[in-house]
């Protein structure tokens, strides 16, 4: 009985030894492969900075266009003040045909600067919908650089092992010669 209890005890043991060794291999291998997620984490964070970046200057860029576009229509709103004062001062003075050519011109500035304004807001747009391609754009790249880099370090890896194996098949080579 003592013996069949020794001889149980050892199978135990070495059952508990081979689970440890399992266990300890596992945790090795979540190691690493935490180790692999915070350096992919770290990558993303650089490309999400980079990416930041570009969006606050796309977005200084747009705030920019806005002011532009606002000071333009306080201009046209300057302008069609001036112009109502001066149809008034030409209605006082009673000069008519002055008038109307007055009118014409200032109608005529004021609808350059609402084309101004037309064509800055569709500068705008294009601006923003340019910057929402590059981002996309910059990400695709981003990943298509990560696999890049991976086939280029596993053909590397291939060519080191090709040329170990061509040298010793050259040293193989020449000592049979030299036999």
């Known amino acids: 009985m003592q013996m069949a209890q020794v001889s149980t005890g050892t199978r135990d043991s070495r059952f508990l030894r081979e689970e440890i060794h399992q266990l300890e291999e596992q945790l090795g291998q979540r190691e690493r492969e935490l180790k692999d997620t915070r350096k992919e984490l770290e990558k993303e964070k650089q490309v999400n900075e980079k990416l930041a970046l570009r969006n606050e200057e796309t977005d200084n860029e747009n705030s920019k266009l806005r002011r532009e576009n606002e000071q333009l229509r306080q201009d046209v709103i300057d302008c069609q003040r001036q112009i109502d004062s001066q149809r008034e001062s030409l209605m006082s003075r009673g000069e008519g045909q002055d008038y109307k050519t007055v009118i014409s011109k200032k109608n005529m500035e004021l609808v350059q600067y609402l084309n101004e304004i037309q064509s800055l807001t569709e500068a705008n747009e294009r601006l923003e919908s340019q910057n929402e391609e590059m981002t996309k754009h910059m990400e695709e790249s981003v990943h298509e650089m990560e696999k890049m880099t991976d086939e280029y ?9 090709t040329d170990s194996a061509m040298d010793q098949l050259r040293k193989e080579k020449e000592q049979y010669r030299l036999q």
């Open 153 to 161: 370090s596993k053909m590397k890896l291939m060519v080191q092992h």
